[in-house]
């Protein structure tokens, strides 16, 4: 069984991960390891707010927080990054946040740097902003990816100070019951969001033999990963399409929601390159037609219904632009559909830019252009330097 594809599934918020290669244990001073010097003393509120980095080297946080008793935060960003700039902005500038970080031996890692780029593949860092969380003694304790508002944010550093569902947390629990499907499964995305594959692949040796009839939901989820798996290999350079026909198949007879939400998506996402690539060779219009009005209903029918916490924001976006891309071929209720489907988007993230571009575009779509001129300029507000906003001002202009 390979899984590949697991960040994917399982995301969690995390807007999916995957890596190589870490180790779980304390850290050692290797030669190597001493030369990794990540200067943290020029940081810009854009992206640091107002926590009090340490402003020595990765060695040096280390010994910090041995001699402290404190737990280590390793912060990873870059400057292209709008998730970690919101961290900044929004969430490192509250003075809740500040609060429950200041007995914590904070570190910043600028991934584009040179010394950033090897604790980034050190860590197995393969999303943004990613924060890897060491305990005293340097083992690794947990990983958290993505953007999160302070609230939620503040409530996942209480979590890892208590020492709830973190790496070490669910090993116990397996030690406790070995038959725990749901912390081997927990176990195992976390494992592979910091590259530990050889762990991961272990916890989903032991799920599969601990249910041999396959019926749980983890084993429903590494079943959709190999069925995925394929589908994806599947992908025929000439027509730019997938075969999705064994996809099809397997979700026809799932009954839980997550995978056919996973699953769905998925598809929708497949029907999508293809659709792409209609628009890019400037295929007949009612070809075009007949392809975007397919992956919408994927979206509307199959996908959207099956929503769960922590994948709505990002997949109403994509849900509700899928469908301004497609605004010359849909009637009106779907447009109407994609308008609520963005509001639901921005409701969970009411300062993300992108998102709130898409829901401009969808009341624009349905309209209500005043509405939309709104939203383009408070887009801007919160990243003046993004042309595409600019771009989108002008276009809304009349």
């Keep these: 069984m390979t899984f590949a594809f697991l960040a994917v599934l399982a995301r969690a918020a995390l807007l999916g991960v995957a890596a190589q290669a870490p180790t779980t244990q304390a850290p050692t001073k290797s030669s190597q390891e001493t030369r990794v010097l990540v200067v943290t003393t020029d940081l810009g509120d854009e992206f640091h707010g107002k926590v009090a980095w340490f402003p020595g080297s990765y060695a040096q946080a280390l010994v910090r927080a041995r001699a402290n008793e404190s737990l280590v935060m390793l912060d990873f960003w870059a400057d292209w990054c709008r998730p970690c700039r919101r961290m900044g902005k929004k969430t490192f500038s509250d003075d809740q946040v500040v609060a429950e970080l200041c007995n914590v031996v904070c570190f910043s890692v600028d991934t584009q740097s040179k010394s950033g780029k090897v604790l980034a593949e050190r860590f197995a860092i393969k999303k943004l902003p990613t924060y890897v969380w060491l305990s005293p003694d340097g083992a690794l304790r ?169 994948r709505e924001a990002y997949a109403a976006n994509e849900i509700a632009w899928c469908h301004w891309q497609a605004a010359d071929f849909i009637d009106e209720p779907a447009k109407r559909f994609a308008l609520e489907v963005a509001k639901a988007a921005a409701e969970i993230e009411p300062d993300d830019a992108a998102i709130l571009d898409t829901l401009a575009c969808c009341h624009w779509m349905n309209g209500e252009f005043a509405r939309a001129r709104e939203l383009v300029e408070r887009c801007i507000q919160l990243e003046p330097k993004n042309p595409e906003w600019t771009a989108r001002r002008e276009a809304f202009a009349h």
């Design 142 to 310: 947990d990983v958290v990816t993505g953007y999160l508002d302070p609230e939620p944010f503040r409530r996942e550093v209480e979590r890892i100070h208590d020492d709830r569902g973190t790496i070490s947390d669910l090993w116990r629990r397996i030690q406790a019951d070995t038959h725990d499907l749901d912390a081997r499964w927990l176990l195992a995305r976390k494992l592979r969001t910091v590259g530990d594959e050889k762990g991961a692949e272990q916890q989903m040796r032991a799920i599969a033999e601990l249910d041999r009839e396959g019926k749980s939901l983890p084993m429903r989820l590494a079943k959709l990963e190999d069925v995925l798996a394929r589908s994806y290999d599947s992908f025929d350079e000439r027509t730019h399409s997938y075969k999705v026909a064994e996809l099809e198949q397997f979700l026809a007879g799932e009954t839980y929601d997550q995978v056919l939400f996973e699953g769905w998506f998925a598809h929708g996402r497949m029907q999508g390159v293809h659709v792409g690539e209609l628009r890019q060779v400037g295929a007949p219009k009612e070809e075009l037609r007949t392809a975007a009005l397919a992956q919408l209903a994927t979206y509307r029918e199959k996908v959207w219904p099956r929503r769960y916490a922590g």
